[in-house]
């Protein structure tokens, strides 16, 4: 059986963090494991590790790979509508059981687009791709190896193309071929977790042209490879957990697991070995590279979001409880409404897995429309959620003073006192956990994760418009107008 450990796991960040560049808040991170910004990020990945080794989630977070073994999920290929829809089922168990981005679903799905990409080149141009790219996920599967894929580019000003931006940093590209490997340049941004992964997949953020296939780029790296910085995103809440850790306490942060954590990755010239290496220069199938890791992410993310919607309501109702209100008919009401939420944004990554279909190298990929319509109705649905939660919690969620204010006195402990079954520290514990979906950055990252609202509806209305014509014609013959051609795709 391949299914890694949270020791085994932990022993290889150890073993590699003298090598790692890693900078937070403009200094170098010396020990990775004891950061209090990079703790919560390596608790969720040794979650990940935990809760696949359940016997309860056997089959669910575990996978038959293409070959019959018993390896990750979050490194399967996924070769059936089942498989699909067991995937949805593992995002959702991992993100309410951690009650945060699990940290390894980008590298799924990232697997799951080169597995097919690969193919469709070598198809085309007798390439050998697929096979390097296969050697590679064996090692990755045998070893359960953390995976994170980079794919947003820094993009530099967004109204100009790779070629027009006069920025070496802005977009991803090579910029030495050699015998034996390419050497490349550019920054990746918003990469979940990247620093602490075992492996970083980098694909193209977008379709790229003739004259832009220095940019058509595809490879693996390990993190620790010479030249490659990782710079860590920076929020209020981070300031939290670092002086409660200099202060020997993590009571006014009290989940391990921490919020979205994420990395601007530079390349300054790093040097990719030839068999690492999965696209160079095939431009042409960049568009639909994109097209299937976005449609894996998408559909992926409505059973995400409904991961989080039962960790927003289960903190919404302690919340309720440490307050004494839980059981007020319009608690009820409003717990009931972020069920609703979370369900509604479940079933629309369902109906993606669903409908999903069967690529020519044998793997399943969700359906494309239904995969953006789930994106952009999970954004809405959690939106509700969290104001419905923000509504449970009240005011003390975002005014709440520091557990470290309860030994001023006794009469500040009395002021916090709620339910009298709960001690002052435990309300406040419990409204710091709901504080991380309300006030956190959690939103945003719905928002603007596996791209934004304005991705999802462009891809829509290019689908719309060469369906257009079609839906007029059929309305005239419901409509009984007769004998008037159409005129083309609305523009």
């Known amino acids: 059986m391949a299914l890694g450990t949270p020791s085994e796991y932990l022993n290889r960040l150890r073993a590699r963090q003298d090598r790692l560049n890693i900078y937070v808040g403009g200094e170098k991170v010396n020990d990775v494991t004891s950061n209090p910004v990079l703790k919560p990020v390596i608790n969720v990945i040794l979650k990940t590790y935990e809760l696949a080794l359940n016997e309860e989630y056997r089959g669910i977070l575990t996978a038959k790979n293409w070959k019959g073994e018993e390896v990750s999920r979050l490194v399967n290929v996924e070769m059936s509508i089942e498989d699909l829809l067991l995937r949805a089922e ?9 009650s945060n981005c699990n940290y390894r679903c980008t590298g799924h799905d990232g697997i799951n687009a080169l597995f097919a990409s690969t193919f469709d080149i070598d198809n085309k141009y007798n390439t050998d791709y697929h096979r390097r790219f296969l050697e590679w996920l064996e090692e990755v599967q045998s070893k359960d190896l953390v995976v994170e894929t980079a794919m947003t580019d820094a993009k530099g000003d967004r109204s100009k193309g790779p070629l027009e931006q006069g920025n070496e940093m802005a977009y991803l590209r090579i910029v030495e071929r050699r015998r034996d490997g390419i050497v490349v340049r550019g920054a990746k941004m918003h990469v979940t977790g990247a620093a602490l992964a075992d492996e970083l997949l980098v694909v193209p953020t977008k379709g790229m042209k003739e004259l832009e296939k220095d940019y058509a780029v595809a490879f693996s790296i390990k993190p620790d490879t010479e030249n490659i910085y990782f ?22 942060y009290p989940s391990p697991f921490g919020h979205r954590s994420t990395y601007i990755v530079i390349f ?9 290496v999965f696209m160079e220069g095939q431009y042409e199938f960049t568009g639909k590279l994109v097209e299937y890791f976005a449609a894996h992410h ?10 989080f919607a039962d960790s927003i309501l289960g903190s919404a109702a302690l919340a309720a409880d ?6 007020t008919s319009y608690i009820q009401g409003r717990l009931l409404d972020i069920m609703r939420h979370g369900e509604a944004a479940y079933a629309s990554g369902i109906a993606a897995m669903a409908k999903g279909w069967k690529h020519p190298s044998g793997e399943y990929i969700p359906n494309f429309r239904l995969a953006n319509i789930a994106k952009l109705d999970a954004i809405e649905h959690l939106k509700e959620a969290i104001v419905a939660a923000a509504d449970v ?12 204010d309860i030994k001023v006195g006794e009469k500040v402990s009395l002021a916090i006192k709620g339910n009298s079954s709960y001690t002052p520290e435990e309300r406040l514990r419990a409204i710091r956990l709901l504080q991380l979906w309300v006030a956190g950055p959690h939103l945003v990252g719905v928002i603007q994760g596996g791209g934004s609202p304005a991705a999802e509806l462009l891809s829509l209305r290019s689908e719309m418009r060469s369906k257009i014509q079609e839906l007029i014609d059929n309305a005239k013959v419901v409509s009984g107008i007769k004998g008037k051609e159409g005129k083309g795709a609305a523009s």
Not at 234 to 252: A, L
Not at 268 to 276: G, H, L, N, Q
Not at 393 to 404: L, Q, R, Y
Request: hydrophobic share 35%; proline share 4%; aromatic share 4%.
């Open 268 to 276: 300054d010239d790093v040097f990719v070995p030839k068999e690492r």
């Open 90 to 98: 593992s995002q959702r168990i991992l993100n309410y059981r951690i």
């Open 393 to 404: 919690g009240g005011g003390i969620t975002v005014n709440a003073p520091s557990i470290k």
């Open 231 to 252: 710079i860590s995103a920076w929020h209020p809440m981070d300031v939290m957990k670092k002086v409660s850790s200099d202060m020997g306490s993590e009571s006014d």
């Open 322 to 327: 440490v307050n004494g209100v839980l059981n």
């Open 298 to 307: 998408r559909a992926g993310g409505g059973a995400c979001k409904a991961g």
